[in-house]
């Protein structure tokens, strides 16, 4: 199985301030048509997940534009570049290239 | 508006059964793969089965259920389905249901929990 690695697991953050999570995945992400199914998705405290980003770096319908995607291969990035005060939560990445699919073991964010 | 309500959770025993069901609203459901994603109390979330659009023709399981739930979907109802027989503690979990499957998770459902004990 695909292992997906994330960090920090814990990140405290300053509002106002950028924050950065890495994911990486123990082989490369991209699939035979071309994409990589890497999303990036929020949990906030006592909800659902909701998906912020999928196939690396295009943000979902809603989400604000603070939030942003990148990397390629297996090194991939989320970044907030102005923490507000609904981004506490956990962060996970996930792949969906290689079945199964998994999930990073999550980033817990913390102003 | 996207919904996806699931149901059907509750205390089993372990080696026990149970069906959770996830209704679908506000987009074509038969043109949509769907995904079943789990989260055990205070951990990170597992991936579960998927099954494709249109009648379902392809499933997908992750070992750690594999040969003891089954996912389907009646798309005339809108409906997501998973038997899960041979239940263990470890299958104690909120269960999501969520749309698609590479690009899993446009949708989310609420949640339902499952709780395996004696």
């Known amino acids: 199985d695909v292992v997906m690695t994330q960090s920090p697991l814990s990140l405290p953050v300053t509002l106002g301030q950028p924050a950065s999570i890495s994911c990486r995945s123990s082989q490369s992400l991209v699939y035979s048509d071309g994409n990589t199914y890497l999303n990036w998705f929020q949990q906030r405290p006592g909800q659902s997940p909701r998906r912020l980003i999928f196939?690396?770096?295009n943000r979902d319908s809603g989400v604000p534009d603070r939030f942003s995607g990148s990397g390629s291969g297996t090194d991939f990035t989320l970044e907030i570049s102005r923490v507000e005060a609904e981004d506490v939560g956990v962060y996970y990445c996930m792949q969906g290239t290689h079945w199964p699919w998994t999930f990073g073991q999550g980033t817990k964010v913390e102003i | 508006e996207v919904q996806l309500l699931e149901s059907g959770g509750g205390l089993v025993q372990p080696g026990g059964s149970l069906r959770l069901s996830c209704v679908a609203s506000g987009f074509t459901f038969n043109s949509f793969a769907m995904s079943w994603v789990r989260q055990a109390p205070g951990k990170g979330l597992e991936w579960v089965s998927s099954i494709s659009s249109s009648g379902g023709v392809n499933t997908y399981y992750a070992d750690s259920v594999k040969g003891r739930f089954t996912i389907s979907r009646d798309d005339s109802k809108n409906t997501l389905l998973v038997q899960m027989n041979s239940l263990r503690a470890e299958d104690t979990a909120v269960y999501y249901c969520a749309t698609g499957y590479r690009l899993l998770g446009a949708a989310w459902g609420q949640g339902t929990l499952v709780t395996v004990s004696s």
């Open positions: 196939k690396v770096s």
